[in-house]
């Protein structure tokens, strides 16, 4: 019989717990950094720690379910799996670098190319959000929801500078105020909050950054999918989804105005 969502959602949350305390012991400590080769950006000690930690506590819990991480080396065993995890021990290494606080844990699991359960975690913030497949999603434990605004010159949406240069789009890019979250994960916790109008990232885009966002986004009364408006599917051989455009009200003019 499968695990339940709610007991996969249990363990995500604890596991989101204990890699923040593994984290914060390293925030603003001058840990060691390196930079990943292919231009992938800059990894930390406190990125592998985590990673170290959450795959020994998840995969000893879940042992049949497939691992895939930013910082650990794939491989196609997962594809056989029913289930897998779908983990960013730190998104936004950057801002932790920095010593900004806008970095999260982003845990995520999938079944059949959709996520079932979800946690994106900022210890910094003492902000964890979460969800499960039909059971709508929470910030520390408190129902939240989507922004319902259908005005796009009213609407805030995070985004890079990138995202908003003409070629992006079919006229002009829609008057909306862009405004900027290292995190991935975080920018799709914030749209589910209704905190921002959207979010949108216009390339391909690593699974591990947008799993678990999506289903906050979707369980909160949102809408996330890829830049041509198709759901998003994980667990892909090769583990990127083209772009992702997550938001409430303006998530249909979004998808129309984008070239």
């Not at 000690?45 to 000893?60: G, I, M, T």
């Not at 699991?109 to 999603?137: N, T």
């Not at 959207?198 to 909160?220: Q, S």
């Amino acid at each position: 019989m499968p695990v339940p969502r709610n007991a996969d959602l249990s363990l995500l949350i604890d596991a989101a717990r204990t890699a923040g305390e593994i984290a914060t012991g390293y925030f603003r400590a001058a840990p060691e950094v390196w930079e990943k080769s292919d231009g992938q950006g800059p990894v930390t000690e406190a990125d592998l720690h985590v990673n170290r930690q959450l795959s020994a506590d998840l995969q000893a819990a879940r042992p049949d379910y497939g691992w895939l991480s930013e910082e650990t080396e794939d491989g196609e065993s997962r594809q056989a799996t029913e289930r897998q995890f779908i983990i960013d021990p730190i998104d936004g290494t950057r801002a932790f670098i920095e010593g900004n606080k806008d970095w999260a844990h982003s845990l995520a699991i999938a079944e059949h190319g959709e996520v079932i359960a979800a946690v994106v975690y900022l210890p910094e913030r003492d902000a964890l959000y979460a969800a499960a497949k039909g059971a709508g999603a929470s910030l520390n434990g408190a129902p939240i929801h989507a922004a319902s605004n259908r005005q796009m010159e009213r609407a805030t949406v995070l985004s890079s500078k990138l995202n908003v240069k003409p070629e992006y789009w079919t006229n002009v890019c829609p008057p909306f105020k862009r405004t900027f979250r290292s995190s991935l994960a975080y920018r799709m916790a914030l749209v589910a909050e209704g905190r921002f109008d959207g979010m949108l990232t216009l390339r391909p885009t690593w699974e591990w950054d947008v799993a678990a966002g999506a289903l906050l986004v979707a369980e909160a009364g949102g809408h996330a999918t890829d830049q041509r408006g198709q759901p998003a599917r994980f667990n892909n051989r090769h583990p990127q989804v083209n772009g992702m455009v997550a938001a409430g009200g303006i998530h249909k003019d979004l998808i129309e105005a984008l070239a």
